[in-house]
């Protein structure tokens, strides 16, 4: 993993009325110690950033050198601060803490929507009453690819011009030649991270991120670079000034990011950010890969332009997001000879999705746009019954302003979201802790909160979580164990 040097007075900014939280009177140098370590947690600082020197950070915060040099002191007293003779402080994340975020799931059965524990561990929808009539129509046209072999790395060419078709009609002219089929976007993102990530470059990511891109970086030998997400009341999204001096300072060679109503938490870059998100890959020659699987559930506002109307990018859909989440057929967009060069590498691994499938998702993108207007609505009067059940029982908890996507980030009163998911099973609920989203046990303030179940069932998840959250600031707690995304 590897990050940028933050400035004095980048760090200030971040910093805010760091002296006064609301808590009790402390020592100055206590009181910017303990919102340095806040800011850790929440991965508004990511690992391995380096600290401004102890002058210029005071000099900045109009404080003492010795506030400073006091406050590091604690910091590296509490495993926060890595310090090495001659080199800068870096930011780092207690041991103890950075364990309950490593790499490891937690499988369980298909849940079932009776089931009596309530699984908020993924964010896929039931399927739309549409997907068995397209799998009727699509098993009734299946002897036309059955006088073929059935096997093809770039999928049938009906699917293609679909996705192509849907592509063109939101404003990026698209042949089906540049689209790829794969088994979902989680194929065509560890594909394209694969092919495109040699070992050791630089992987620019957003942080929190979906935790499966971490592991396709670390599989290809790359390393991810953090760039926070702005998540202040107001100020809520990309910090492109941010990600403009990671480019400047690290020069890495792809940028993976989630423009649209962002995994995990739901936010979405204007049209003015991404034309200078693609200023910005132009000027650093850094190859964007942009995940557009929940680009078209948007439940507030308006649809974004793709970020391929801007400038060169590679997109990553999938069908799954939109009608269901056992429909594992997703897609790349790109330009003839790079979906040419991911063909040839997946050829050795799989050799195609299942026909019948394909045809399928080729049935329900002809017809997508009344579809997704039937999702949306769904979603939209599901994360009504969650966000009221939220304030009715758990006040003190707050959510970013997502206009779109399936699920909330939710920030806690205190950093105990590895804890809450370890006990809310016991209040018969499963979660996903906020660790999963970050690297080296950041987000243990913040937990993702999907709304794809019936509203009943959403109103008694709350009513658990609450349960477990008391259970947990009482003092309960057992050892976390991350369970697995989607």
Known sequence: MSTHLLSAGRLARDLADWRDDGQRPRP??????????VLAQDGRLPTGSGLPGERELAT????????????????????YLDSRQGARSTVMLPVTQ????????RFGVMNDPDDAVIDLSYAAPPALPAVGVAYREALASMPEQLAGHGLGVFGIRRLRQAVADRYTARGVPTRPDQILITHGAQQAMSLVVAVLTAPGDRVLIEHPTYPHVLESIAAAGGRAAPVPLLTDEGAA?????GLRAAVRQLAPSLAYLVVDHHNPTGLTLGEAGRRELAGIA?????????DESMAEIVLDGERMPPMAAFGPAISIGSASKLFWGGLRVGWVRADEATITRLATARAPLDLGVPPLEQLAVALLLEQADPLIAERTAQLRGRRAALTDALRAQLPDWRWLPGVGGMSLWVQLPRPVSSRLSAVAVEFGVVTTAGPRFGINGAFEQWARLPYVHEPDRLRAAVAGLAGAYRAVTAGAGVRPE?????
């Open 282 to 290: 132009r000027a650093g020659r850094m190859t964007l890969v942009v």
């Open 237 to 241: 999204g990309w910090d492109l000034e």
């Open 28 to 37: 100055a140098f206590r009181a910017l110690a303990e919102r340095i370590s």
């Open 60 to 79: 900045a915060l109009q404080v003492s050198r010795t506030t400073v040099t006091a406050a590091y002191a604690l910091l590296r007293e509490r495993g």
């Open 98 to 105: 950075a364990a309950g975020s490593a790499v490891g799931y």
């Open 482 to 486: 991350p369970s697995v995304m989607v």
